[in-house]
């Protein structure tokens, strides 16, 4: 019995680092790819893919901060030149982005419209213009759009502080053991 707890002892647990470093991309698969032509080669400098504490809780982030503003067709664009501007894990920002996908974007974009009509309450007079006939709509569209923009930022700040707060400690745990 004491021979087992010996092994179960001394037997290592990959920490947080090997394990990200076996299972994320590695930058060489990108080689001549259409990417490669459009970024240059600054879609290699080892900022971007180092796995360190600070890269990859930027790179969360970052990605956080993405997923809850309201611009879900670019988002991975904007992770990943947003990860490449700021050198933290390029990778992680855009994963993480995919918070907001076909299934959730409804509800959180909802929830941030909720969140940003509450801040700034009515919207009467912000897109005021009388001498259109049909731009009640279009005033309509400008101030739900400001509410879910005031959300969506509020929203993606508040994300993105906890996700990089969280994966600190996180990796400070894990490093530990």
């Excluded at 647990?13 to 459009?38: M, V």
């Excluded at 970024?39 to 890269?55: A, E, P």
Aim: with cysteine; proline share 4%.
């Amino acid at each position: 019995m004491n021979g087992l707890n010996k092994a179960t002892r001394s037997r290592k647990r990959p920490n947080i680092k090997e394990w990200l470093q076996k299972h994320l991309i590695k930058p060489e698969r990108f080689k001549g790819e259409r990417i490669h032509q459009i970024l240059g080669d600054r879609l290699f400098d080892k900022d971007i893919w180092h796995i360190s504490r600070r890269s990859i809780s930027g790179g969360l982030a970052v990605g956080l901060f993405i997923a809850f503003t309201p611009t879900i067709p670019a988002q991975m664009l904007l992770s990943a030149v947003c990860a490449i501007w700021l050198r933290v894990n390029l990778p992680i920002a855009i994963a993480v982005c995919w918070v907001t996908n076909p299934f959730t974007v409804v509800w959180i974009y909802f929830m941030e419209y909720r969140l940003g009509r509450a801040v700034l309450g009515n919207l009467p007079g912000v897109f005021a213009i009388s001498d259109l006939e049909n731009i009640g709509a279009i005033r309509r569209l400008f101030s739900h759009a400001t509410y879910v923009w005031t959300g969506g930022l509020i929203v993606g700040a508040v994300a993105a502080l906890i996700g990089y707060i969280v994966m600190q400690l996180a990796w400070q745990l894990l490093s530990r053991s």
